[in-house]
């Protein structure tokens, strides 16, 4: 639980991010500094643990149940509440903000690539900008992938009748949507699959690198995508 926590506060850290990247982009360096970046992991990576504190107390476990073939909070009001508050509520309300943010984006990135369309020195951000469109959706598709997990977790597991049944709507479910969490990734960062597709141009990369001299070795941009 600790990871899944870590997981969708690291979806929420960059839809913030990212949001902030295109409406405020001169406060970006500011905001997102190496030190506070670091400060913001340490914080949400604290609160995960702190989600997870009340999984120890008597009365509140969440196990896997063997002849169910689910994983299944304790019968008792520990277990009703955090199976809803914690798990349902919290993790369905994340996700609808990671949507929300990403939309507030999305919708930024589309007026400011109205404002650059006619413009010729901006053509470099305008490109930057249309490549951001397709991170837009691969944000929505990861946060909508967990909010159909948490949904088919708690309430369409309790439309079935069968131990089967109930396996794919928990348990398969969830193994699923955590694997696609990778293959979205693995979908929409061109980079990442050639580096595992082709290790070696990574080398080659880095040994073009070492090449370029100081004059061209600096190129910014206040992107964050």
């Known amino acids: 639980m600790l990871f899944w926590y870590a997981s969708i506060y690291g979806q929420l850290q960059l839809a913030i991010n990212r949001l902030i990247a295109i409406t405020s982009p001169v406060l970006y360096n500011s905001i997102f500094s190496p030190r506070r970046t670091l400060q913001m992991l340490i914080f949400f990576w604290t609160l995960s643990f702190v989600h997870i504190i009340v999984y120890f107390w008597d009365g509140c476990d969440f196990t896997f149940n063997v002849p169910s073939m689910v994983w299944d909070y304790a019968t008792t009001s520990c277990g009703e509440i955090i199976s809803f508050y914690l798990d349902f509520v919290h993790g369905t309300t994340l996700c609808i903000a990671i949507i ?98 082709r290790p070696s141009c990574l080398q080659r990369k880095n040994l073009k690198g070492n090449t370029i001299t100081k004059g061209t070795m600096f190129s910014t941009s206040r992107w964050l995508f």
């Open 100 to 197: 929300i943010l990403d939309t507030v984006t999305f919708i930024g990135i589309y007026k400011q690539v109205q404002k650059l369309s006619g413009s010729t020195t901006g053509q470099h951000d305008l490109n930057m900008l249309r490549k951001n469109v397709r991170l837009y959706i691969q944000a929505c598709l990861q946060a909508g992938c967990f909010a159909l997990m948490i949904c088919s977790f708690h309430i369409l597991s309790r439309l079935v009748k069968t131990n089967w049944q109930t396996f794919f709507l928990t348990t398969f479910v969830w193994e699923t949507a955590h694997a696609l969490d990778g293959v979205i990734i693995f979908m929409f960062y061109e980079s990442f699959r050639k580096v595992l597709c």
